[in-house]
């Protein structure tokens, strides 16, 4: 028997794929939480060019309802997330030293789930605004 564990301690065969195991899970999780974070600044950016299109629509429709610019931003979400996305609107009279217009500030918000729950990231409200003026 002690032969056999002087022969076990002695050889160093595997010892490349025991560092392997190590250092592995750390691989992963950098690989893992590099796509997410590249995630998260593609729904921002999504969120952002939404916020900034239903702005423009709601300028060449100054009198449609909330709703439909609202639907308008939904729709422009990438992959899907549209229904996800709370929008606010808070009106400005007098806007830009003009009595005859109205400012209205599009503010969308999002809140972003990361997918590498060990790591405790938690989630992270993305928030995109944009101001259609309207006469």
Known sequence: MA???????????G??????ALV???LV?????????GRMFYVRQ????????????????????ESNVTTQLRNKMPGGMGPSVNVAY????????????TCTTVTAT????????YLNLGTQ?????AQAVRY
Do not use: H, K, Q
């Open 3 to 13: 032969g056999l564990a002087a022969r076990l301690a002695g050889d160093r065969r």
């Open 15 to 20: 010892g490349a794929i025991l560092e392997f």
């Open 24 to 26: 592995l899970p750390l």
């Open 29 to 37: 999780t950098l690989f893992v939480g590099g796509v997410d974070i």
């Open 46 to 65: 999504g969120l952002e060019y939404a916020t900034e299109e239903a702005a423009r629509y709601y300028m060449l429709n100054p009198t449609t309802a």
């Open 90 to 101: 808070t009106d400005t009279a007098n806007c830009n030293s003009n009595s005859s217009v």
């Open 110 to 117: 999002y809140v972003f789930n990361f997918a590498v729950g």
């Open 125 to 129: 409200t993305l928030r995109a605004t």
